[in-house]
């Protein structure tokens, strides 16, 4: 999972409030979105526009040809203004209205500063996003430094990227990569197919170290070949109609034979941006790459500078020492930003799943009327209104409602706030005076102040919490990794399309349901997007049904910054924090 992290800031006792564990803080493609409030649907910042649907999320059975965009089309900056947003959304109808602003091909390559700063709140644990699961590393550094053969633009919609176009075979079983001409790593080797073969092989093996975050991404896949220099096929075992699309994913990356050893420190990628430095606990240094294959960038430097405190990143922005807020963390303060016209707003649609993850293996949470009971001491405004002001919509299972998995169900009425139901279940189950332990991120605002929510929330209905502060290294390992010793953690899944998790039963969740798995694996090579749809509901259901973990709501995409910097694209729905059309007016 991925995991992301909140960032515009206020104090605890304001209102509890935040988002995002997984986030940019997006499930390993876990968790790496487990920490922040992330915003979700929206590409670069510019005029108002329909939101379109991702090439992998169409219902064709059959794709067609899809030719990328050419590198000018890709790196051309907007010149729309950036929406304000004045309110939260009431509804996920709202929500999915929100503007999309799409890059313009003929808009001047030009900026009048060189040099932009973005705050954020997670810093990421390594450079390598094929090696590691945080999502801030592919927020940072996918499609800036490290490029995939396509990415995933602020919409949703996958373009080209390292490949110019791909064709798909008419049974879907063999996807066929036309690369770009030109390009060469960092350390001026050229960029050749051999390159793809590798990365991806190396994605693939079960023996390689470290493992990549989301090797389940090629389970489809039965051969990756290299035609020549400049053409890839890649020959799936059957249909997939994620895979495709997992392929904008950070774990997805490209990486060099020659380097790859010293990208967790030194990454070396063929981005638009080369690594400059990192302060480790301060900030990360990229600057331009002037050899750049496609549109050259118009900064010359992006500098990511991490900033845990809510408070301390909004005076940041209003002092100018920062250029945008990419982790939106104290919603309840956006207000002031709004209402000054040196600063822009952008709200985008509900991203990630914040929720109260639950180890279906741990005592008394293997029982079902347990996990239904907590469910129902759950009052989801309460989060929305405390954590993220009302910047959020509730959901109920494991989907969210936007154009990234097209596949979502409003189940929330099937755990309903109803705390007489729960206690009537805790005394069906014989539980009484129970006791839990919660592994709480104390680097990750919304997690804090989900902790006092669900405390309150819990006691009311006779469940005392043991909370387990922790830092995020320590959460990897003996939560979401190794150990998995928990009761309860609050994060943010940020990544889209993650359901597929519940068919592993050694996910940290341990949700064993042999019906899911079989599920998840017919609707994955289910051609027909009705009876995919279908599939994907019944495991939504059964989910739901089961209380397998705690829903609570999905963040709006939110993005604070100067009004006078234009065309970067927010991470939602797109795992990065792309700024290769970004530019100042």
Same mark, same amino acid.
């Given at each position: 999972?991925?995991?992301?992290?909140?960032?515009?800031?206020?104090?605890?006792?304001?209102?509890?409030?935040?988002?995002?564990?997984?986030?940019?803080?997006?499930?390993?493609?876990?968790?790496?979105? =487990?920490?922040?409030?992330?915003?979700?649907?929206?590409?670069?910042?510019?005029?108002?526009?329909?939101?379109?649907?991702?090439?992998?999320?169409?219902?064709?059975?059959?794709?067609?040809?899809?030719?990328?965009?050419?590198?000018?089309?890709?790196?051309?900056?907007?010149?729309?203004?950036?929406?304000?947003?004045?309110?939260?959304?009431?509804?996920?109808?709202?929500?999915?209205?929100?503007?999309?602003?799409?890059?313009?091909?003929?808009?001047?390559?030009?900026?009048?500063?060189?040099?932009?700063?973005?705050?954020?709140?997670?810093?990421?644990? *390594?450079?390598?996003?094929?090696?590691?699961?945080?999502?801030?590393?592919?927020? =940072?550094?996918?499609?800036?430094?490290?490029?995939?053969?396509?990415?995933?633009?602020?919409?949703?919609?996958?373009?080209? *990227?390292?490949?110019?176009?791909?064709?798909?075979?008419?049974?879907?079983?063999?996807?066929?990569?036309?690369?770009?001409?030109?390009?060469?790593?960092?350390?001026?080797?050229?960029?050749?197919?051999?390159?793809?073969?590798?990365?991806?092989?190396?994605?693939?093996?079960?023996?390689?170290?470290?493992?990549?975050?989301?090797?389940?991404?090629?389970?489809?896949?039965?051969?990756?070949?290299?035609?020549?220099?400049?053409?890839?096929?890649?020959? #799936?075992?059957?249909?997939?109609?994620?895979?495709?699309?997992?392929?904008?994913?950070?774990?997805?990356?490209?990486?060099?034979?020659?380097?790859?050893?010293?990208?967790?420190?030194?990454?070396?990628?063929?981005?638009?941006?080369?690594?400059?430095?990192?302060?480790?606990?301060?900030?990360?240094?990229?600057?331009?790459?002037?050899?750049?294959?496609?549109?050259?960038?118009?900064?010359?430097?992006?500098?990511?500078?991490?900033?845990?405190?809510?408070?301390?990143?909004?005076?940041?922005?209003?002092?100018?020492?920062?250029?945008?807020?990419?982790?939106?963390?104290?919603?309840?303060?956006?207000?002031?930003?709004?209402?000054?016209?040196?600063?822009?707003?952008?709200?985008?649609?509900?991203?990630?799943?914040?929720?109260?993850?639950?180890?279906?293996?741990?005592?008394?949470?293997?029982?079902?009327?347990?996990?239904?009971?907590?469910?129902?001491?759950?009052?989801?405004?309460?989060?929305?209104?405390?954590?993220?002001?009302?910047?959020?919509?509730?959901?109920?299972?494991?989907?969210?409602?936007?154009?990234?998995?097209?596949?979502?169900?409003?189940?929330?009425?099937?755990?309903?706030?109803?705390?007489?139901?729960?206690?009537?279940?805790?005394?069906?189950?014989?539980?009484?005076?129970?006791?839990?332990?919660?592994?709480?991120?104390?680097?990750?605002?919304?997690?804090?102040?989900?902790?006092?929510?669900?405390?309150?929330?819990?006691?009311?209905?006779?469940?005392?919490?043991?909370?387990?502060?922790?830092?995020?290294?320590?959460?990897?390992?003996?939560?979401?990794?190794?150990?998995?010793?928990?009761?309860?953690?609050?994060?943010?899944?940020?990544?889209?399309?993650?359901?597929?998790?519940?068919?592993?039963?050694?996910?940290?969740?341990?949700?064993?349901?042999?019906?899911?798995?079989?599920? #998840?694996?017919?609707?994955?090579?289910?051609?027909?997007?009705?009876?995919?749809?279908?599939?994907?509901?019944?495991?939504?259901?059964?989910?739901?049904?089961?209380?397998?973990?705690?829903?609570?709501?999905?963040?709006?995409?939110?993005?604070? #910054?100067? *009004?006078?910097?234009?065309? =970067?694209?927010?991470?939602?729905?797109?795992?990065?924090?792309? #700024?290769?059309?970004?530019?100042?007016?």
């Amino acid at each position: 999972m991925n995991y992301q992290e909140p960032a515009l800031g206020i104090g605890r006792r304001e209102a509890l409030r935040r988002i995002a564990v997984l986030g940019v803080g997006a499930p390993m493609a876990l968790l790496a979105a =487990c920490g922040g409030g992330a915003p979700a649907a929206p590409a670069t910042f510019a005029s108002a526009s329909a939101v379109p649907t991702s090439a992998a999320a169409s219902g064709s059975p059959v794709p067609a040809a899809a030719p990328a965009a050419s590198p000018a089309a890709i790196a051309s900056p907007s010149t729309s203004p950036a929406v304000v947003v004045a309110s939260p959304a009431s509804s996920p109808a709202a929500v999915s209205s929100s503007p999309v602003a799409a890059a313009s091909a003929a808009a001047p390559r030009s900026s009048s500063r060189s040099k932009a700063t973005i705050g954020l709140v997670q810093e990421p644990t *390594s450079m390598d996003p094929t090696a590691d699961a945080t999502a801030s590393i592919a927020t =940072c550094l996918r499609d800036n430094l490290f490029e995939g053969l396509l990415r995933l633009d602020g919409s949703g919609k996958l373009v080209g *990227s390292l490949a110019r176009s791909w064709d798909v075979s008419q049974d879907g079983t063999t996807v066929t990569f036309h690369l770009v001409t030109g390009a060469r790593w960092h350390d001026g080797s050229p960029f050749t197919a051999q390159d793809v073969t590798f990365s991806w092989q190396r994605a693939m093996d079960p023996n390689s170290k470290p493992a990549n975050p989301h090797r389940d991404y090629w389970a489809p896949v039965s051969a990756v070949d290299a035609v020549d220099d400049a053409t890839v096929k890649i020959t #799936l075992k059957t249909y997939s109609d994620n895979w495709l699309f997992h392929m904008g994913a950070g774990s997805a990356a490209i990486v060099s034979s020659k380097s790859v050893a010293n990208n967790a420190a030194t990454p070396i990628g063929t981005g638009p941006f080369k690594f400059g430095a990192w302060n480790r606990g301060a900030s990360l240094a990229l600057t331009r790459s002037d050899d750049y294959w496609g549109t050259k960038a118009a900064l010359k430097d992006v500098e990511f500078r991490f900033i845990s405190d809510p408070d301390a990143m909004n005076n940041a922005l209003k002092a100018g020492d920062i250029d945008a807020i990419g982790q939106v963390q104290g919603p309840e303060q956006l207000a002031q930003f709004q209402q000054d016209a040196s600063f822009s707003v952008v709200k985008g649609a509900g991203v990630g799943k914040t929720m109260v993850s639950v180890n279906n293996a741990s005592g008394p949470l293997a029982d079902k009327r347990v996990r239904q009971a907590l469910y129902a001491a759950i009052d989801r405004k309460a989060w929305i209104d405390g954590i993220m002001s009302g910047y959020a919509v509730p959901i109920g299972s494991h989907a969210t409602p936007n154009e990234g998995e097209p596949y979502y169900v409003d189940l929330t009425g099937t755990n309903a706030y109803d705390p007489a139901r729960a206690q009537g279940l805790l005394a069906e189950a014989g539980q009484t005076n129970l006791t839990l332990r919660l592994a709480q991120i104390s680097a990750f605002p919304y997690a804090v102040r989900g902790t006092d929510i669900l405390n309150s929330q819990l006691a009311a209905i006779g469940v005392t919490l043991k909370v387990e502060p922790m830092e995020f290294p320590r959460w990897l390992q003996g939560v979401f990794l190794n150990a998995q010793d928990y009761d309860l953690t609050i994060i943010n899944h940020v990544e889209e399309r993650d359901i597929g998790n519940y068919a592993d039963p050694k996910y940290y969740w341990h949700y064993n349901n042999p019906q899911v798995a079989d599920w #998840l694996k017919q609707a994955d090579a289910q051609p027909d997007e009705g009876k995919r749809k279908d599939l994907y509901a019944q495991v939504q259901r059964q989910l739901a049904d089961d209380a397998a973990n705690l829903w609570v709501y999905a963040a709006n995409q939110l993005l604070v #910054l100067k *009004s006078t910097f234009q065309g =970067c694209q927010m991470p939602g729905i797109s795992p990065s924090l792309y #700024l290769g059309d970004a530019y100042f007016t």
